[in-house]
Every structure is written in C-alpha cells, then in structure tokens.
C-alpha cells in the first residue's frame, strides 16, 4: 500500500522563477493538504484540495497555487520565488469524510537562490 | 501570534524512563489535537490523537493528556525507547469546517527528543 509519494526530493531555483512540486496521495484518499515547513518551525497550511477545488487556504500569498487532478494527485505551484520561499514543501493526504489524520509525504526540499 | 507553543525545544530522557512532552494552545476554538513524530529527512508521522470530549487517551506506550480549561495538553511515552528518538510536534485543529475531513492543521515548533540508552 503506498504511502503519499512527493516529487522531486530537492530542488534549487533561482530568485524569480516558478516552480511546481508534485504529490500522490496514499491509496485510497481523496484529500491533499500542502504544508511549508521553513527551518526550525513547525509545518504551516497552505491550502487544501478536494474534488479538484481548493477547499481552505492558509495565510500565503496568490503567488502559491495549486491544482487536483481526477486521480486526486495535485500539484502546488510558486511564481515569483522568493528568498523567504526556501523551505520543505510536505504534502498530506487524508479522506474528506473520514476523519481519518493526515498521513505525510517526505517533503520537497526547495532551495531558492 | 503563535496559537500552538511547544516551550521545550530539546528534551533528554534516559532509556526506561518516562518522557513528558508538553503543548499550550491559544485558540479556543480547537477541539482535536494530534502528536506526529518526525524522524530527518522523513515525513512527520502521525503517533496519537485525542477529542476535545476527552482528557485521556493511550495507545501502547503513548498517552496523550487534554486538558481544556488551562489549555494543555501532553504526550506521555514510558517506557522511553532510542528509537523514540525524534522531533515531536502537537498539532490542533477546529473541526467544524465543511466536511470531517476539511480541517487544517495548525503545528507547534517541535520538541526533540534524545533517548538515551
């Protein structure tokens, strides 16, 4: 049964590029939440989607944006990188309806320079 | 403003004995609370949970303490392995969004644990 699965592991960008991370949700999930964990903090919501739509937002700026696809895989997106933006991006899946907890992907570790 | 703190950033604790990891939240509002542990380069994984309709809650050697009116709340782990070894990090939410799985985690900073042997 595979865990949530996030790609690419690391990344480097430069000030003012965009980037787009990926995430799988576990089997059997319909939800994904990303998260930014900035170093020495705990992870911080950025928003939430189910069936294809952003469900909740946190406190993060238009620049972050994201996407669900039918097979409930999403896609987070930074325009405009910023020297602030250099974090570990994690990815949680759960079930809408369930109340299940979240269960965590590793995290993408992006670096912006 | 912070409405998760985990005042503790570091705690050491000898092998068999207990660990006493603490968590204070502001928001009133929150009614379900969780303790995800994280090894480096790993994802946080979810250890225990615990309702606001509840001031206890145990599973194995973890056992998670609410309680609401001073707005605390800590996890309990004995006996204390090195494998335990890990940040800890308390999580709370408000669950009356739209849906029982709509909520949205609000994390303290974490404190690491060093069990040793």
């Known amino acids: 049964d595979a865990g949530v699965t996030q790609s690419p592991t690391h990344l480097i960008k430069t000030r003012g590029q965009q980037v787009t991370l990926r995430c799988s949700p576990k089997?059997?999930?319909?939800?994904v939440s990303w998260y930014q964990q900035a170093l020495g903090q705990g992870p911080q919501f950025i928003f939430q989607y189910y069936e294809e739509e952003e469900r909740q937002r946190g406190n993060f700026p238009d620049r972050f944006s994201g996407h669900q696809f039918p097979n409930y895989s999403s896609e987070l997106n930074v325009n405009a990188l910023l020297l602030g933006d250099s974090a570990l991006y994690l990815c949680a899946s759960s079930l809408f309806w369930g109340g299940s907890p979240l269960h965590f992907g590793n995290g993408t570790r992006l670096t912006v320079t | 403003d912070q409405q998760v703190k985990q005042n503790s950033p570091s705690l050491s604790v000898q092998e068999g004995r207990i660990s006493i990891l603490n968590c204070d939240y502001t928001n009133s509002m929150f009614d379900y609370f969780l303790w995800y542990k994280k090894y480096p380069a790993e994802g946080p994984t979810f250890l225990i949970s615990?309702?606001?309709?509840?001031d206890k809650n145990e599973d194995g050697r973890f056992t998670v303490f609410l309680n609401k009116s001073a707005k605390h709340l800590s996890l309990h782990i004995v006996p204390s392995q090195p494998g335990d070894s890990a940040v800890y990090f308390c999580?709370?939410?408000?669950?009356?969004?739209?849906?029982?799985?709509?909520?949205?985690?609000?994390f303290g900073k974490g404190t690491k644990l060093s069990v040793i042997p």
């Open positions: 089997s059997g999930h319909d939800t």
């Open positions: 615990i309702s606001s309709i509840k």
């Open positions: 999580a709370a939410s408000a669950r009356s969004g739209s849906g029982a799985g709509s909520y949205q985690l609000t």
